[in-house]
């Protein structure tokens, strides 16, 4: 067992760093005969740091992670068992969006992350609550998506739909599909507009 402050810096895409800070220490288990059953890295009580030009931009906290990242490994990934919470930030530093699931998957070939169990996204710029079952989220791209029924909450009502939405990351604009009930259309600063027939 390894007990570690810290681990930095992890060269990231777009020039972004990760750093990794641990309550109660790593857990680096040997190559084994199958890669896929034992994780490499086994933390607890983690916040990752993800930074672009020094700006904070994201910040993940989760009460567990394993690391599933040997060479010989098909899909290597990082696993959160016990669920994350994923905040970002806009570039004043200001917390944009808070997103919350009780269990996710970070695919480290498809920098994707995929959410399960009990998904929210609070929009605070926006005054927006979004709650679903299932969410992905395209680092590369900067957008999330689901293709399972949700509720978008806001001041002016809720909306529900059936065949699930596509988002930037933080949930300014979206397009949904299948929706019920009200929401009040409004304009985006790029002239779309946040209505179930809109887009990205």
Same mark, same amino acid.
């Given at each position: 067992?390894?007990?570690?402050?810290?681990? =930095? /810096?992890?060269?990231?895409?777009?020039?972004? %760093? !990760?750093?990794?800070?641990?309550?109660? &220490? @790593? *857990? =680096? /288990?040997?190559?084994?005969?199958?890669?896929? %059953? !034992?994780?490499?890295?086994?933390?607890? &009580? @983690? *916040?990752?740091?993800?930074?672009?030009?020094?700006?904070?931009? !994201?910040?993940?906290?989760?009460?567990?992670?394993?690391?599933?990242?040997?060479?010989?490994?098909?899909?290597?990934?990082?696993?959160?068992?016990?669920?994350?919470?994923?905040?970002?930030?806009?570039?004043?530093?200001?917390?944009?969006?808070?997103?919350?699931?009780?269990?996710?998957?970070?695919?480290?070939?498809?920098?994707?992350?995929?959410?399960?169990?009990?998904?929210?996204?609070?929009?605070?710029?926006?005054?927006?609550?979004?709650?679903?079952?299932?969410?992905?989220?395209?680092?590369?791209?900067?957008?999330?998506?689901?293709?399972?029924?949700?509720?978008?909450?806001?001041?002016?009502?809720?909306?529900?739909?059936?065949?699930?939405?596509?988002?930037?990351?933080?949930?300014?604009?979206?397009?949904?599909?299948?929706?019920?009930?009200?929401?009040?259309?409004?304009?985006?600063?790029?002239?779309?507009?946040?209505?179930?027939?809109?887009?990205?």
């Amino acid at each position: 067992m390894l007990h570690l402050k810290t681990i =930095r /810096v992890i060269p990231l895409i777009g020039g972004m %760093t !990760l750093l990794f800070s641990c309550g109660s &220490g @790593i *857990e =680096r /288990v040997s190559r084994i005969e199958n890669p896929d %059953t !034992l994780p490499a890295i086994h933390a607890t &009580g @983690i *916040e990752i740091i993800y930074s672009d030009s020094s700006i904070v931009r !994201l910040t993940i906290k989760a009460p567990e992670l394993k690391d599933f990242v040997q060479a010989d490994t098909l899909e290597p990934k990082s696993e959160f068992p016990k669920g994350l919470t994923a905040t970002f930030y806009n570039q004043g530093g200001g917390v944009e969006s808070i997103l919350s699931a009780g269990y996710a998957i970070y695919h480290i070939k498809k920098k994707t992350f995929e959410a399960t169990g009990d998904v929210v996204i609070k929009n605070f710029s926006e005054n927006q609550e979004l709650h679903t079952e299932v969410l992905w989220w395209d680092e590369l791209h900067e957008k999330i998506w689901s293709d399972q029924p949700f509720s978008i909450t806001t001041p002016d009502g809720t909306t529900h739909g059936k065949n699930g939405f596509e988002a930037d990351q933080s949930f300014r604009k979206y397009r949904l599909r299948g929706t019920s009930g009200q929401m009040k259309v409004k304009e985006t600063d790029d002239g779309g507009q946040t209505t179930d027939d809109g887009g990205l």
